[in-house]
């Protein structure tokens, strides 16, 4: 689904967006790089919605052991977990007509772009991009510093018994920074063109 130029002034408020975040197998696969989890959280009316999916996969390919170490994810967790192929489905219905918006986005969309070669968003929005704008007097913008800036831990800890890093809890994180950054960017009443400038080209 493509956004026409026209409702490009409408509120960001009025549209919806379906927040990822995965972990991988790690860049040395380069595109063939597998997913071993997903995970996906609602942004509607401007807020962090109940709706989201998450899973664990089998990516079909071995996790190294350095990648196993920053994620927690190791060859025997997925090993009897479904395939990508089994759940895409769900995933593309997630976020069918629906802005993308991830952490780092151009990571996200590079293993997407292999993996997930249906689903083509309209817009992709990087919070990171959003962070340094917001703060530019800080000079670290990951997720974990961004979750300290806005005072995210209670969130987190009180939704979700997940741990960090796993794909659900980093795309709860970033949907709540997503909505704090936003709204600090251009208020509850911006339109979509005024945040166009922290998306990325696809």
């Known amino acids: 689904m493509k956004i026409l130029t026209s409702e490009y002034t409408k ?33 509607k009316d401007g807020v962090v919605a109940h709706e989201h999916f998450s899973h664990l996969l089998n990516p079909e390919i071995s996790i190294p052991s350095f990648i196993s170490r920053i994620h927690g994810i190791t060859n025997k967790d997925v090993q009897n977990k479904p395939k990508l192929a089994e759940v895409k489905s769900g995933i593309l219905t ?19 772009r292999f993996r997930l070669p249906e689903y083509e968003p309209p817009i992709i929005f990087d919070t990171l991009k959003m962070s340094r704008t917001a703060y530019q007097e800080e000079k670290k913008h990951s997720l974990d510093e961004v979750i300290k800036r806005l005072n995210l831990e ?34 509850k009443e911006g339109v979509l063109q005024d945040l166009l400038k922290y998306s990325i080209r696809d």
């Open 154 to 187: 209670s969130v987190l800890s009180s939704a979700t018994d997940s741990k960090r890093h796993s794909a659900f809890c980093d795309a709860l994180a970033t949907a709540h920074a997503f909505v704090v950054l936003a709204n600090r960017l251009v208020g």
């Open 11 to 43: 509120k960001w408020t009025e549209f919806e967006y379906a927040v990822l975040d995965l972990e991988g197998t790690g860049s040395q696969h380069k595109e063939n790089e597998g997913i071993v989890d997903i995970a996906g959280v609602l942004v």
């Open 94 to 112: 997630f976020c069918e007509g629906r802005i993308l918006v991830s952490h780092n986005a151009p990571v996200e969309r590079r293993v997407l």
